[in-house]
């Protein structure tokens, strides 16, 4: 039976102790898929941002979109998001290494989007974000990746709860239902954020333009 990951991300929420609220790393492809995650988890959780994305392989894409997360995390921690945060939304940053994701990819680069690849891309940058947890103290890490529908949920939930461990434990979350893309596109025009057409990696820029999709 598939499970419904929406569902236990809200049972989670419902038994979080309201004077006690649990550091969570969220790792964060970009700032319009950050939106409407963050209206899901400011208010119940102490929420640090994770920017790890070697697979964006263009340099100056990474700074731009760096860029735009903190512009959003500015506007969140001076109270004129959508969503006033429990505690300040913080924001760390992973220095760019292309060369980590090209690595980890040898072989796939022929791939769809959606396909191979992108699974041992998961798997890079959820592995990071459950180490950095692991190493500073988080109770909790998850992603934003989820609210995109050009990610599977599933796959991404069963990458992250194969990380987790006795005291870092995986924040499951499908973060594209209740309509989270759509709102994600919203909230992205309404603090005129900066959206971009394709996942990151110089591939899937090579798929979109050959396919047109985006």
Known sequence: MNENYDILFERYKSEIDADNPPKLLLHACCAPCST???TRVLDKFDVTLYYYNDNITDCAEWQK??????????IV???R????PLRQLKLIVSPFDAEKFFA??????KEREGGARCETCFNLRLADTAKYAADNGFGLFGTTLSVSPYKNSRLLNEIGASLQTDTVKWLPADFKKRGGYLDSVRL???YGLYRQHYCGCEFSLKQMQSDNKY
């Not at 735009?68 to 500015?74: F, G, P, R, S």
């Not at 998001?81 to 006033?84: H, L, N, Q, R």
């Not at 980890?104 to 680069?109: F, L």
Request: with cysteine; hydrophobic share 35%; charged share 35%.
């Open 36 to 38: 409407y995650c963050l």
């Open 65 to 74: 979109r760096l860029h735009e997360l903190e512009k959003l995390v500015a």
């Open 77 to 79: 921690n001076e109270k």
């Open 81 to 84: 998001f959508e969503t006033k």
């Open 104 to 109: 980890a990819v040898v072989g796939q680069e």
């Open 188 to 190: 992205s025009q309404k």
